[in-house]
């Protein structure tokens, strides 16, 4: 499966961006999806995962209660709703589909497609 994000973009704090993860190829709602960021010289972290069908969700504690994760398995789509949004959220994002033990992950290595990840810079 291929994977393409977008929404990327330079938001002021407090602001909201909503990115989206268009998936092209095999089944997507095949697939777990999660989201992970990557800020410059710091290790890739594990943002939110979504289950197959969209019944379960988890989030890191950095975003929890401002970052929701939805999906659209009709259009083969994951959302990542980011509120509230402060300068430590700038980041690199990207998105991921994988097929995990467990109905949803928070495990990189878990994951076996990535998107090429889109931008996002939060200004103060």
């Known amino acids: 499966v291929q994977l393409q994000a977008s929404g990327g973009g330079l938001v002021q704090v407090g602001g909201s961006l909503r990115l989206s993860c268009a998936a092209f190829g095999r089944t997507f709602s095949s697939y777990v999806m999660g989201w992970f960021r990557q800020a410059p010289g710091k290790e890739r972290e594990f943002i939110a995962t979504?289950?197959?069908?969209?019944?379960?969700?988890s989030y890191a504690d950095s975003v929890k209660g401002r970052f929701t994760i939805a999906r659209d398995n009709a259009k083969n789509t994951v959302y990542l709703q980011m509120n509230s949004l402060k300068p430590e959220d700038t980041a690199l994002y990207y998105c991921?589909?994988?097929?995990?033990?467990?109905?949803?992950?928070?495990?990189?290595?878990?994951?076996?497609?990535w998107g090429q990840g889109t931008l996002v810079t939060v200004s103060s």
């Open positions: 979504i289950s197959r069908s969209g019944g379960s969700t």
């Open positions: 991921a589909a994988g097929n995990p033990r467990f109905s949803i992950s928070g495990r990189a290595q878990e994951y076996n497609y």
